[in-house]
Structure formats: structure tokens, C-alpha cells
């Protein structure tokens, strides 16, 4: 891991008391859990929570067990607090909370859920022996993206499946933009004195229910992100941020990356 990621993990740790790590097998063909890996070998492993993911391809059935290990192996630890699958694609969900359900037994997971769910795969996981012990639902959200406020994040609350919203500042540089630049961000940010990212990112982890996932590229960027743990939206904030980007008023198809 460089120098600058391993100064970022120790400041979330030490300056922000943040705890969980999100990775998965997918990124850098899993040299990103080789890197948390390193981090993780200098730490006490109950510090942290640690969340990764299993790609559709590889969520085979007898073959769960190979691949879980083979992450915890790039990770150097023993055991996953959550265990995800990536996203649906053309996996047999059944199977699916089997595998599961086995890693969970035999302590190789303490926790399994899901990412990238709509309310029908939801509604389909929860039709499946065991699927109800679905832990969370990692999905995206935020300011430019608020379509699942209309049903899939209150459908979660009402089955309680924890929410983790990744991309909190947004899944593109244009949609980032739109939100870091539009005025009512700008003034929110310049009347509390904040960065126009630390507005957005304070959209969303204002929900006390809800895990936020980001990733920082720099120390200093994380700093800076930091400043929403230093204020509150209140009512006028939201009312300006609601004439900028409006809750969604129908049904929206989940955006995914």
C-alpha cells in the first residue's frame, strides 16, 4: 500500500474514530484487498469491521467457500464482518443465502447481505429460505441520486436491512460537479463556513440509520470531507438543496456502478 493510503486509514482511524473498511475481490482484480491487508497486518483485527464482496461470477454454488477464502487470505485475516454479493446479475438467490448461510456457520462471516438491490430483488431475496437474514443492502445514493428515498430505502427500514450508500459525492465527475457547483450548495457551504463536498456528504450520512461508504484520494481531501462532521443541514439548508435536486416524486430504477 503507498504511503499516502496508509496515512488516510490511520487519520480515519485516529483523527475520525472510523472503523470500517469496504472493499471487494473486483477492484484491482483483488489487489485492493492485498492493500487493506497490509494496513489491516499493522492493526488489532476486532478494530475494525470489515465489509467485501463476492462478484455473481464467482457466486457459484460449492464454490462461495474457495473464494471467500481466497479474499481473507489477500486480506490476512480469519473472518469477514459482512460478506456481499456485488450485484443480482443471473444468480440463483436461493443458492445463494445457502452458500451464505455456511459461510456464516462456520465463522468465516459474520454477517452476509447484498448490493445494487432493487425492492424487486429485495422482495425476491426475502422469498428464499433464510433470506431474511439479509444484513444490508449496498447501494447508490445521493444528492443526484435520490431515487431510492421513494421505496427502496423505506422498504429496507421496514425489513431491517441495514442501508450503505456508496458514492455519496456522486458516481461521475459530471454529477459531482453538478452537485459541488449548483448555488444552493455553494451557499449552504459559504453560510457554514464548509466545503461544497462536505454539504453533499452531509445530505447524506445526515441519516442516523444509514452507513455512508466513501473513498478519499489524499489525506487532505479527507480533511476536507471531514468538515460535515462539524455542522448540520437544517430546515433551510434542506429547502434550498430540495429546489436544486427534489426528492423523486414515482418510482426510479436503481442506479448502479
Known sequence: MHDEELTILQKMRDDYHFSLIDTAEMYGVGNSESLVGKFLGEQKRDDWFVVDKIMP?????????????????????????????????????????DEMENLVSKGLVHHWGVSNFDVSDMEDLFQCEGGCNCFANQILYNLSSRGVEY???????????????????GNEILKREAMTKDANVRAIAERHHVSAEAVAL?????????????????????????QVLDFQLDDEDMQLLEQSFPAPRKKESLKKI
Open 151 to 169: 421505496d427502496l430505502i423505506p422498504w429496507c427500514k421496514a425489513h431491517d436491512v441495514l442501508i450503505m450508500a456508496y458514492s455519496p459525492l
Open 202 to 226: 452531509s445530505f447524506v450520512v445526515r441519516h442516523n440509520d444509514l452507513i455512508t461508504v466513501f473513498k478519499t484520494s489524499s489525506a487532505q481531501h479527507l480533511t476536507n470531507n471531514m
Open 57 to 97: 461470477s464467482h457466486a457459484v454454488p460449492g464454490h462461495f467457500e474457495q473464494h471467500c477464502k481466497e479474499s481473507l487470505e489477500r486480506l490476512g485475516i480469519d473472518y469477514l464482518d459482512l460478506y456481499l454479493l456485488h450485484w443480482r446479475d443471473r444468480v440463483n438467490l436461493q443458492k445463494m443465502v
